[in-house]
């Protein structure tokens, strides 16, 4: 009898698929997340990682079932393709994000695009990442910015274009430059979404939300 369940931070439907944030456990928690949530299968492929690659793949793996079971989506092992993507049922679209102590997964029934998430932890950094990620239309944008409100602003657009690469990825499965796409998020919660690719073109749509000290985003891509 599956008496563990993963801990679920929030569950939103959104404009992309269905959304679910699970908190990480350690230890003897996570161990028994992995054994009552998980396929045995996804329990196998979870053994070859290295710990703190296994620990974030558990938690992945647990909101993309919880996810799944949600949306009404009855899925196999979700294991890996070879570019680390999830691999899912024909005609279903999804993907996955993790930080320290918290996996997040969106599904979405998609038989024509390709969906990505993304989340990240709003706080201080370090190091300021504006001109590795953002264009240099972008970094002029965000300048204008007060202290605060700049680093809001580059986190987001990083975080959105981690979620456009993830979509792209199926299509153009190379790796995309930070400046080969570049954002201007709307207060709406959208974004204009600009796109230098060989591959293309590409229709794309990205969504974002602030939830206490949490960024998540999503987008959608098609041909």
């Known amino acids: 009898m599956r008496s563990?369940?993963?801990?679920?931070?929030?569950?939103?439907?959104?404009a992309h698929g269905r959304c679910v944030a699970v908190r990480i456990p350690d230890g003897p928690a996570l161990e028994a997340l992995a054994e009552a949530v998980l396929r045995p299968?996804?329990?196998?492929?979870?053994?070859?990682?290295?710990?703190?690659?296994?620990r974030t793949w558990i938690a992945g793996r647990a909101a993309m079932r919880t996810a799944l079971e949600?949306?009404?989506v009855d899925a196999p092992a979700v294991l890996q393709d070879d570019r680390g993507a999830p691999e899912l049922p024909a005609g279903v679209s999804?993907?996955?994000?993790?930080?320290?102590?918290?996996?997040?997964?969106?599904?979405?029934?998609?038989?024509?695009?390709?969906?990505?998430?993304?989340?990240?932890?709003?706080?201080?950094?370090?190091?300021?990442?504006?001109?590795?990620?953002?264009?240099v239309?972008?970094?002029?944008?965000?300048?204008?910015?007060?202290?605060?409100?700049?680093?809001?602003?580059?986190?987001?657009?990083f975080s959105a274009k981690e979620a456009i690469y993830k979509a792209l990825d199926p299509y153009v499965r190379r790796y995309v430059g930070f400046h080969e796409v570049s954002l201007a998020p709307a207060p709406d919660g959208t974004a204009v979404v600009g796109m230098q690719l060989a591959e293309g073109p590409f229709r794309c749509e990205v969504r974002w939300v602030v939830r206490d000290d949490v960024i998540l985003t999503t987008a959608r891509v098609a041909r």
């Open 94 to 135: 999804g993907s996955v994000s993790h930080k320290e102590h918290i996996a997040v997964a969106m599904v979405a029934r998609e038989p024509s695009a390709k969906v990505g998430v993304d989340v990240e932890i709003l706080r201080p950094t370090r190091v300021d990442i504006a001109r590795k990620v953002l264009t």
């Open 137 to 157: 239309a972008e970094v002029a944008e965000v300048d204008r910015l007060n202290a605060a409100d700049r680093a809001t602003q580059v986190l987001l657009r």
């Open 4 to 14: 563990v369940t993963a801990q679920v931070l929030f569950d939103l439907t959104l």
């Open 70 to 72: 949600r949306a009404g």
């Open 41 to 54: 299968e996804e329990r196998a492929c979870a053994a070859s990682w290295a710990p703190a690659r296994r």
